[in-house]
Every structure is written in structure tokens, then in C-alpha cells.
């Protein structure tokens, strides 16, 4: 008994690792929640097999649904609530972002380390842009190492090869190990707030499930252009001029009436109308680009 407790020590060290497939392995300690970000939809069979495929690949990990809602192939919103979720939820976590992969000829997916220490497993096609702004870049890596995998990464579908990558990274496997470092990656030409002259220039860049389109000028820029309650101002989009009342809520214009003021929950500037939808009715999406004047 003896002899046997002092072999059980002696090989505590060896079993304190797990293999996780494809001559990987990992500390059994470190296990990162996996958040998923997808415009899979809640009713599709993806969703479903994005879960089986972490679970297979890292039997122990805890997975997050942040949203499978982003509309479908609207990169540019995933781009944005990516950046929200990269915000509010803590260091160390694993997001994979599986939104519209195949904009490409042939995908290419990513491995991004930022300041927080959060990784994401996203397909290289702009949907980092936001991500890298806000939150800094320690590392990015380009997949290649298709070594991780049992069969030929050219049969493999993007939630095959995203859900491997995050639930082994998730489990401790090295972003370094899953490919080559990149410094050059796909992002968005975005139009950046700015005041030029008596205009305030911005983009559209979400569109909620009420239509206000959220924008990406923050409450500092909108007070530097001077902007106060009661001012009448014109919005100009590509499809429409539009008049509006700068406020701080919904109800400082009437029902149907447009209003546009800075959200307290996201403290960026909002166009929407009372009880209506801005984006429907003045074809606004992620994306667009937008002019301010008093």
C-alpha cells in the first residue's frame, strides 16, 4: 500500500494533462468558457452541431450562446456585437464568431489575441475590425495546421473547423500552434467620427430589433459638435435627407416623429423614431455612412 501511494504521487504530474486529439495536449486545469457568436439562427441544425463539435473536441468545455441571431451574412453587424461582447465579458474567454465565412474564394480563419487576453476564432473577413480598434491586438495567427484535424481541411465546413480550433484553444492549446502569424487581416472601411466644418460625419453600425440605428459617434464627439437637447437637425443618408430633434429619449418627440440622441446603454448616438423603425423606413443598415449638421 505503501509503495503504491508513493507511485500514485509520483504520477500525479503525468495525469494532471489530457490529450485532446491531433498530438495536442493541454493543462486539465485550464478550461476557458466558449461564447458563440453566429448567424446560424436559433431553429437551424448548425447551432446544434457547432456544440457537438466543441463537446467531441474538449468533452469539459462551457459553452455560451451570446446570440445565433445576427442577420444572415451581415458581417458588419457581427463585426459590432462581437466588439459589445468583447467589452462586457471578462478576460480570458474563447469567442468563435461563425458569420457568413465563405464571402471568400477559399475561407481563411483566424486566431486573435487582444489587450483583455480574450482569443477569437473568426473567419478572416472583417469581422474583427471593431474588435481590433476597441480592444487592442496582442497576436494574431492564420490557421494552417491542418494536422489538428482526421480529415483534409478542404472537406471541412467552417463550424468544423472553428469549433475544433476554439474548444482546443479553450482546453490550453496554444494559439501560436494552429498556423503562421499575420499582421495584415481583412477589416471594414469604416468612416470614422469626425466633425468637419459644421457636419458630423459616422456610420451606421448596428441596427437593433427595434430599427434604431446605433452609430459609432461616441457622447464626447456628439457634445464637441455642440449638440443639445431641442436642437433641429438634418440627417443625411445616400437614400434620404432627414429632419429630426436631437433629444435624450424617445418620447421628447411625438409618436411617428424622428429623434435622435445618445444611448445610455452603449453611449453612442442613436437615430430612431418614436415607436417606429428608422432603419426600415429610411434604408439604413450596418454599415451606412452618415452626415449630422444643425
Known amino acids: 500500500m ?34 458563440l457568436l453566429t448567424d446560424f439562427g436559433i431553429e437551424d441544425y448548425r447551432v446544434l452541431q457547432l456544440k457537438g463539435i466543441i463537446l467531441n473536441s474538449n468533452p469539459g468545455a462551457r ?64 469581422l474583427l475590425t471593431y474588435v481590433v480598434k476597441d480592444t487592442g491586438v496582442k497576436t494574431v495567427y492564420k490557421f494552417t495546421n491542418g494536422g489538428l484535424f482526421d480529415r483534409p481541411v478542404k472537406d471541412l465546413v ?12 479553450a482546453a490550453g492549446y496554444q494559439p501560436k500552434d494552429i498556423g503562421i502569424p499575420v499582421t495584415s487581416y481583412k477589416t471594414f472601411d469604416v468612416q ?17 430589433h427595434f430599427g ?35 433629444g435624450t429619449i424617445y418620447s421628447d418627440v411625438a409618436q411617428g ?3 435622435v440622441f445618445v444611448s445610455n446603454n452603449l ?6 423614431i418614436n415607436l417606429g423603425n428608422f432603419a426600415d423606413k429610411y434604408k439604413v443598415t450596418a454599415g451606412t455612412r452618415i452626415k449630422i449638421e444643425k
Open 2 to 35: 505503501k509503495n503504491f501511494s508513493l507511485i500514485s504521487i509520483l504520477l500525479l504530474p503525468m495525469v494532471m494533462f489530457i490529450s485532446i486529439g491531433a498530438g495536442c495536449t493541454a493543462p486539465k486545469d485550464v478550461n476557458m468558457p466558449v461564447v
Open 63 to 126: 459553452v455560451i450562446d451570446a446570440c445565433h441571431s445576427v442577420p444572415a451574412f451581415d458581417v458588419c453587424t457581427g463585426a459590432y456585437m462581437l466588439d459589445i461582447a468583447a467589452r462586457e465579458f471578462p478576460e480570458s474567454v474563447v469567442f468563435i464568431a461563425v458569420i457568413a465565412p465563405y464571402t471568400q474564394p477559399v475561407p481563411e480563419y483566424l486566431v486573435l489575441t487582444n489587450a483583455k487576453n480574450q482569443i477569437f476564432v473568426l473567419p478572416d473577413n472583417g
Open 158 to 169: 467552417a463550424e468544423r473547423i472553428q469549433g475544433r480550433l476554439g474548444a482546443l484553444i
Open 192 to 208: 470614422e467620427p469626425a466633425i468637419s466644418g459644421g457636419t458630423l460625419l459616422g456610420t451606421a453600425v448596428y441596427i437593433d
Open 212 to 246: 434604431n440605428a446605433v452609430t459609432n459617434i461616441s457622447r464626447k464627439v456628439a457634445d464637441e459638435f455642440g449638440l443639445k437637447p431641442g436642437d433641429s437637425i438634418k440627417i443625411t443618408t445616400p437614400q434620404a435627407v432627414v429632419p429630426a430633434r436631437f
Open 257 to 259: 416623429e424622428e429623434v
Open 267 to 272: 453611449d453612442m448616438l442613436q437615430l430612431s
